[in-house]
């Protein structure tokens, strides 16, 4: 099992920045991938950024250019950088985390809110 604790969510005006944290413990070893997707309200989940263990990003179109995805593989930590955010980015924003035996974990989730 792998426990996943998130935290920066909150309430920005539009054109701000916030930056999200999620931290991996317990079975850590043999992490492939981390990354954030994120579900706004009557919307379905979707991919925001992923990180693999050697710094490969991948980003949604929507994203690219205003977030930014790193992780701290000795803390266990991905981070998600958040500039010039857009009302449209309002959503609960959820870590996960991929291993190699094919499992995926993901976090409770953080609210973040943009206001216009």
């Known amino acids: 099992q792998v426990q996943l604790v998130e935290s920066g969510g909150g309430l920005v005006q539009a054109g701000g920045s916030l930056r999200l944290s999620c931290a991996a413990s317990g079975s850590i070893f043999s992490i492939n991938a981390m990354g954030w997707y994120r579900q706004a309200p009557g919307k379905q989940r979707e991919l925001v950024a992923t990180?693999?263990?050697?710094?490969?990003?991948n980003y949604a179109d929507s994203v690219k250019g205003r977030f930014t995805i790193s992780r701290d593989n000795a803390k266990n930590t991905v981070y998600l950088q958040m500039n010039s955010l857009k009302p449209e980015d309002t959503a609960v924003y959820y870590c996960?985390?991929?291993?190699?035996?094919?499992?995926?974990?993901w976090g409770k989730g953080t609210l973040v809110t943009v206001s216009s």
């Open positions: 996960v985390v991929f291993k190699g035996d094919g499992l995926d974990y």
């Open positions: 990180i693999t263990s050697d710094g490969s990003t």
